[in-house]
């Protein structure tokens, strides 16, 4: 069936079975590869993208139910060359290592930061407890979203 | 940053050398252009799914496919009979349907007799969409006959009990390595039991026995594990995209199992999600996407989900250990024996060297001074999945220092003395390093008690026992865990490691290019571990190039020379070896050219970083820039000199590296509920020289996490049916933020002496270190209930039951 979403500013329109799920819309039919696919019981979070300026786990969600919403993937991020404050974060604070959690995290990060600009170490834990790293024990992530929070110069582009 | 004063900054700002630096990798990962397997299109690639065992063991009666193949869209349905059809000219047998593992074992690719494990590949389906090829599985109609699982390693050798690998003529369970033996020893066996006996005999010794389970957990990376082939038809050529942790092994194996021209065989490992090893073996789904590539003459994506990655790939631990403590009544150890029985699932697919078939589970001495040691392992097949030591393996040694810093823990109860005043009387001393473990192992360097106090310092280790004891006097359980642990990395001197015949050296190029540029090409290969940048940071150290100007090339081997991968803290001990002597090559090529240019003998020239120099004339000489350009230039250079820098070499390390750390976790344990909080973790290593300390602090973080998850929640536990109960996320648990706390780390550096630069790798050190650090504390906190021992993970149920005084065998689901 014919499903039409605005991602990152742009409109796409395809085709598409019903029982597609956001993430491989996303993924295949869309090529935007940074939104990532890890566990399919909406556990590990590493396909988190925005709908409706929502943090939503897109393994969880059909194609059909974005219809006419606006999403956002960590493709959306970074405006032109420049990175978006949280994006910078974790380079900044070495939160990641393998990257493949790592658009999820922003993307849950940058909504708590949006929601939320003087987060509390324990409230930044709370919000990214439904996504898993592997890698970094989680504490430089704490610390690149707080990184983020505190250095709001670049442009907020939701 | 923290760039240690001494190193000068490049012009990008980073440090020529050693010191923090941002990663190179970043500027990809955060914007969401990382490129993982499953990222790889290629023109008419055609997607697959694998058709599972639901049962542990069974035979299989028949299979009809004939509806999965009428599915339209659905292009091929491969059974393991079809796969035994397909000829292979290889030395390892004659068909496809079986395939050797990396420990001299067979593996079944497909299914043709029995299945053994639930999970395991029955057929393999490719389609034109995954969904469809998910579809098609619903409609293969096998046909199975139930057989008794053998699900207890415990009864697998049992007179009577189901006999698994019936295919290769056995009539037990129990598995053989290559050298023939059925139990691996290691240490003296003699003199380890005198010692107990005497200890026992001895009213001024004592004996302290427990059986301490460490049990099946599983890696997970979060990138789950799959492969993309392309078999050109036409020439021949197969290229394979694969989360591979040892590209160049897995083409020669690929070589081997697919009966390939190696030359013809092209393996790139782009970005890999995480590896913790469970990306070194070589799985049925890499070479199903091999021969559906040969069958179709099209591209095969394989990617695997969740609950595939949880049942079927490389598990980790599932040692049964039975640990025997003898020491005197000060506290000083005597003797320490190891009783081992290890499940390895329904194939030997366990990664280590060859003649190291318990890995390097006999490093358990640990870190203290005692003669006598030993220890036997028993291996047996079960009807669990295959693999083994994956998951920051250091190829066994996880168990070890969970064994051994679990009994001395146990020791210092049945003494009544302090658990950090027992390590610290026992500790090896700085001046006995190179030092000799009673099972052989030859630890270079070690300053071990300094270590440990800078351990105690942080966490201010006095008061914290002040205050347990003021809590406990209120009803409140808090515990104080420590654990010293000791990992030999960097496999491995070839004349004693290899695996699968394949020596563990590494090989490594270096280009400098005319303008002063430089390629590292390496045989390693990255799964977060960033060698993009400590890579660089390496050959900045011995060249003065700014690490900005510095390409590393890595996980692809058209591209790259013959390396033995990255697992087991390996990269940086060999690799990192390999590195700095390509650099000092190269540095030693410049010399030549420099003195040519200079018009002076190469004696006379002197380094300073980055630029050769008249001695006593420190205005006449030339940078490594400038040396690069001449070295391709029209400068006459003396006879017998090749133009250009390049250069390569093979490192073979001399011996292993032995990094170390004390780590100390604080918990408070809910007794009502037995819910346990881990308040906090101060983890001091010494991984020798230090090549970009943020990098080395990330590691241990994340090994933290990892502890923090075995010893409170990761469990693959099995039913008395053989059903996986770990195969979901909902059921496999895993930290998250909440449960871990902000660590404090602190680091003392004694460098490896064999090693060129001194650094020893610290990739796995976390997770060894840390398992036994959260138990000890766990335990520490409910000894007062008359707890000595349970086994992990401690959840809130078992360490509730634990108080009661009802503890129970964690990894099965039935006492």
């Known amino acids: 069936m014919q499903v039409t979403m605005t991602v990152n500013g742009t409109e796409y329109s395809r085709d598409v079975e019903p029982r597609m799920l956001l993430v491989h819309f996303i993924r295949e039919e869309l090529r935007l590869r940074g939104t990532h696919w890890g566990c399919d019981t909406s556990n590990c979070g590493t396909c988190v993208l925005w709908v409706d300026n929502e943090p939503v786990k897109s393994c969880t969600m059909l194609a059909v139910m974005a219809d006419g919403r606006e999403v956002r993937t960590v493709e959306g991020l970074a405006n032109g060359a420049e990175l978006d404050p949280i994006q910078q974060g974790f380079i900044e604070c070495h939160g990641l290592q393998c990257g493949f959690c790592t658009p999820g995290m922003m993307m849950t990060g940058r909504w708590l930061i949006d929601n939320n600009p003087n987060m509390t170490e324990e409230e930044i834990r709370e919000g990214i407890s439904g996504q898993i790293c592997r890698c970094t024990g989680y504490k430089n992530i704490v610390d690149a979203i707080q990184w983020a929070s505190d250095n709001p110069k670049a442009e907020v582009s939701n | ?815």
């Open chain 2, 1 to 815: 940053m923290t760039t240690a004063p001494e190193v000068p900054l490049s012009p990008a700002g980073n440090p020529m050398g050693f010191g923090s630096m941002k990663r190179v990798e970043d500027a990809r990962f955060v914007r969401g252009q990382g490129n993982y397997v499953d990222d790889v299109h290629l023109p008419e690639m055609l997607h697959s799914a694998i058709l599972r065992s639901p049962y542990a063991h069974a035979r299989i009666i028949s299979i009809d496919k004939s509806a999965a193949e009428a599915l339209p869209g659905v292009v091929l349905v491969i059974t393991g009979e079809m796969l035994a059809a397909v000829p292979r000219p290889s030395l390892l047998g004659d068909n496809f349907a079986w395939m050797p593992t990396l420990s001299y074992d067979t593996q079944a690719v497909l299914a043709t007799d029995k299945v053994r494990f639930q999970g395991q590949e029955v057929a393999f389906v490719i389609a034109t969409d995954r969904y469809i090829a998910k579809d098609a599985l619903e409609l293969i109609n096998v046909e199975y006959e139930m057989l008794e699982p053998v699900m207890d390693a415990k009864k697998a050798m049992d007179p009577g009990a189901p006999v698994i690998r019936d295919d290769k003529g056995q009539t037990d369970n129990s598995i053989t390595d290559v050298h023939g033996a059925k139990t691996w020893e290691s240490g003296n066996a003699e003199a380890t039991a005198a010692a107990i006996a005497a200890a026992e005999a001895d009213p001024n010794c004592v004996v302290v026995t427990e059986q301490i389970l460490y049990p099946r957990v599983h890696p997970s990376p979060m990138e789950t594990c799959g492969s993309v082939a392309n078999l050109d038809p036409v020439t021949g050529q197969l290229t394979l995209w694969t989360t591979s942790q040892a590209p160049h092994a897995h083409r020669t194996v690929y070589a081997m199992v697919a009966g390939l021209p190696e030359q013809k065989i092209r393996v790139i490992s782009p970005d890999v999600g995480g590896g913790f090893g469970n990306k070194v073996g070589v799985y049925p789904g890499y070479v199903l996407s091999v021969v559906g590539s040969l069958l179709t003459g099209k591209p095969v994506k394989w990617v695997e989900d969740r609950n595939e990655n949880l049942v079927s790939t490389s598990f980790a631990r599932d040692y049964h250990m039975k640990a025997t403590i003898a020491a005197t009544r000060e506290g000083k150890i005597l003797a320490v024996d190891v009783d081992v029985l290890a499940d390895h699932g329904a194939f030997n697919g366990v990664a280590q060297p060859t003649n190291y078939p318990a890995g390097f589970f006999n490093i358990f001495s640990g870190s203290y001074d005692y003669p006598n040691a030993h220890c036997k392992v028993t291996p047996v097949y079960t009807n669990k999945a295959p693999g083994g030591v994956a998951y920051a393996c250091s190829f066994r040694i996880t168990e070890a220092a969970y064994v051994i810093e679990r009994v001395v823990d146990c020791l210092a109860a049945e003494l009544q003395m302090d658990p950090a005043d027992l390590r610290l009387k026992n500790l090896l001393r700085p001046e006995q390093f190179p030092y000799m473990s009673p099972t052989g192992w030859e630890y270079d360097s070690g300053g071990y008690e300094k270590t440990m106090r800078v351990a105690m310092d942080i966490a201010g280790y006095d008061e914290l026992r002040r205050e347990q004891a003021e809590k406990r006097a209120k009803g409140e359980y808090m515990g104080i865990g420590i654990s010293f642990f000791t990992e030999g990395v960097g496999a491995g001197p070839r004349k004693d490691m290899d695996i699968l015949g394949l020596g563990m050296a590494d090989g490594i190029e270096l280009r400098v290019h005319p303008t002063g540029k430089a390629v590292l090409r390496l045989s390693v290969q990255s799964q977060g571990q960033a060698h993009e940048t400590t890579f660089a940071q390496i050959v900045s150290h011995e060249l003065g190039i700014p690490p900005e100007d510095i390409e590393v090339v890595h996980g692809d081997t058209d591209q790259t020379p013959f390396g033995l991968g990255t697992y087991g803290s390996r990269s940086t001990p060999v690799s990192g070896a390999a590195a700095s002597i390509v650099s000092r090559k190269v540095r030693d090529r410049a010399k030549i050219v420099a003195a040519a240019a200079l018009e002076c003998s190469p004696d006379d020239l002197e380094w300073e970083l980055g630029r050769w120099f008249v001695k006593g004339d420190h205005e006449r000489g030339k940078t490594i820039q400038e040396i690069a350009l001449l070295s391709h230039g029209s400068l006459e250079l003396p006879e017998g000199v090749e133009g250009h820098l390049d250069a390569t070499t093979v490192y073979n390390p001399p011996n292993l590296t032995y990094p170390y750390g004390c780590y100390i976790c604080v918990v408070d344990v809910d007794v009502a509920t037995g819910q346990v909080k881990v308040r906090r973790f101060i983890a001091v290593d010494d991984c020798g020289t230090r090549i970009n300390p943020m990098i080395v602090e990330g590691q241990v973080h994340g090994g933290l996490a990892d502890g923090i998850g075995m010893a409170l929640m990761e469990l693959i536990a099995f039913d008395e049916d053989g059903n996986c109960l770990g195969g979901s996320f909902m059921d496999y648990l895993l930290p998250t933020a909440v449960e871990c706390p902000n660590y404090e780390l602190g680091e003392t550096v004694t460098p490896s002496p064999h090693h060129p630069i001194g650094a020893k790798g610290v990739g796995e050190s976390a997770t060894v270190g840390s398992p036994a650090a959260v138990v000890n504390a766990v335990i520490d906190a409910i000894s007062p209930f008359g707890v000595r021992h349970a086994d992990m993970p401690l959840t809130p149920a078992n360490v509730w039951r634990a108080i009661q005084g009802r503890p129970i065998r964690t990894d099965m689901a039935v006492e």
